[in-house]
């Protein structure tokens, strides 16, 4: 799944452009365990003895059915509805637009953070300090951000100033004058963000993962460069903006204790009127991936650790093997007791965190497991990796951790989704993605129907370790380690 990371007006002041990443870090507090002595097996702990008496889990429970009622306005703009009754008397207003940093220039990748960033810096009435102003006003706050297939602004406050914020949010969304002084300091926040993100070997490492995997595809040239940000100016900024926010390309989710005539009223008060510019961006294409698997060491001098990325490219984000996907990722290493962590962190003490993911976008994906681990380790950390992909693949997953996989995977989905505000949200991404409507609400459902076949199923179509490009970021000596799994380049 992308990370695309909200940058929210309250007061006035431009805070700091937050940029995409591309990947999760994974930052551990604890000390990873080390073996015993030289020669001895790695230490570990004996498995707890529950006691025999404990009742049995109770059975997980699906979302609350939304009550989503969808409307079409006459200029294009689809609106989805989700009332509330009962809970905080907040509205929450989603917008969100089909094309991202995927339909950034080539030269310019990564400004859809900034177009994101700036649209609540001023509009041709308000400026942005009048915008803080009106905000704080009203209790209410706007944000916005981007993914690779689409940009998406937010506002949430008290449903008694649903109308007012409706018309600030609006303006907002339709109106960015993108003032040059506002651009300038945008440019200079996200210079200082990028210098930061570029002494972290993960930036480096996921930069030449993202062409690896995806060639020349827009998919693979999303993080933000110094070029990029240098090169973006107010008038790049106005023409992405004109050709992208249009309202048949746009959804608008409501969510509040608003009936589905009052939120319909509102939208149409506040949008009923738009119409986007003549010009439209083009869609992005399915990605035309590389046929074999590619080994890239960029060197990094001096450095005690390297960057391990290993991945292949998978499937759309509205494939029927996005669920059980879901779940061979959860028991491999998409949590603190996935086998990868077990194993990279508890058994052999090579990292502080070791796990994996599969990135679905709107027309394409990938398959990414990554762990930054000692120099002296970074051969032998790759043959764990693939010792737990076989495995994966040619040993069925027992019921009883596909069990634990499913109460996790369902756990986590529904505590991410129980505010108002964040089911707003997941509804935008879901569209953007090409899911349907009651993706959200049958997500637990579909989990808890996965089989183990399944998931040895996707598991032997991507965790073949044949089919892995490598990406290793480090100093250029463990360049010896990795000649086992192919011949490194460099990746230029």
């Not at 990094?300 to 984000?317: E, L």
């Not at 997953?397 to 505010?419: C, I, P, S």
Request: with cysteine.
């Amino acid at each position: 799944m992308d990370i695309h990371f909200p940058i929210r007006r309250t007061a006035r002041g431009l805070r700091p452009l937050a940029l995409a990443l591309g990947a999760c870090l994974f930052a551990m507090t604890a000390h990873a365990q080390q073996p015993a002595g030289p020669g001895a097996p790695p230490a570990t702990a004996p498995p707890t003895e529950l006691p025999a008496d404990l009742p049995a889990y109770g059975a997980d429970r699906p979302l609350p059915e939304l009550g989503l009622v969808e409307r079409r306005l006459d200029n294009g703009l689809t609106v989805w509805i989700v009332p509330r009754s009962g809970g905080l008397p907040k509205v929450d207003y989603v917008l969100a637009v089909r094309g991202g940093l995927a339909s950034d220039p080539a030269a310019l990748p990564g400004m859809s953070n900034l177009l994101a960033g700036l649209l609540q810096e001023g509009t041709a009435t308000r400026s942005s300090v009048q915008i803080a102003e009106e905000l704080q006003r009203l209790g209410a706050s706007i944000g916005a951000s981007a993914s690779s297939d689409g940009v998406f602004v937010t506002a949430s406050g008290l449903s008694s100033s649903a109308a007012p914020l409706a018309a600030l949010f609006a303006d907002v969304v339709r109106n960015p004058a993108f003032p040059a002084n506002e651009v300038q300091l945008a440019k200079t926040n996200a210079l200082q963000g990028l210098k930061a993100m570029q002494a972290q070997p993960a930036y480096q490492a996921n930069r030449a993962m993202g062409r690896v995997l995806f060639g020349t595809h827009p998919y693979g040239n999303t993080l933000p460069t110094e070029a990029g940000i240098e090169g973006t100016d107010a008038g790049g900024l106005a023409t992405a903006h004109a050709t992208r926010f249009h309202p048949e390309r746009a959804l608008l989710v409501i969510a509040g204790p608003l009936s589905g005539d009052e939120a319909v009223a509102l939208a149409q008060l506040a949008f009923g009127d738009w119409r986007g510019a003549e010009a439209t961006v083009a869609d992005v294409a399915a990605p035309t991936y590389p046929r074999a698997p590619q080994y890239v060491l960029v060197p990094r001098t001096g450095s005690v650790q390297s960057a391990v990325r290993i991945g292949r490219p998978a499937f759309d984000a509205d494939d029927d093997r996005a669920i059980p996907a879901a779940l061979a990722n959860t028991i491999l290493g998409g949590g603190f007791d996935s086998r990868l962590m077990r194993n990279l962190r508890e058994d052999k003490g090579y990292t502080y965190g070791a796990g994996s993911s599969f990135g679905l976008r709107a027309k394409g994906g990938a398959f990414q497991a990554q762990a930054d681990v000692r120099n002296e380790v970074t051969g032998a950390a790759i043959g764990e990796f693939f010792k737990e992909f076989e495995q994966m693949r040619n040993v069925t997953v027992d019921a009883d951790e596909l069990q634990r996989a499913k109460r996790y995977t369902a756990g986590t989905y529904l505590f991410q989704n129980q505010l108002q505000g964040a089911v707003a949200s997941a509804l935008a991404s879901n569209w953007v993605l090409g899911r349907p409507a009651d993706y959200l609400s049958r997500y637990v459902e579909k989990a808890n129907a996965v089989t183990a076949a399944q998931v040895q199923s996707v598991a032997r179509e991507f965790f073949d370790p044949k089919q892995q490009s490598i990406v290793v970021v480090g100093d250029a000596a463990v360049a010896e380690q990795l000649k086992a799994y192919g011949s490194f380049g460099s990746g230029d």
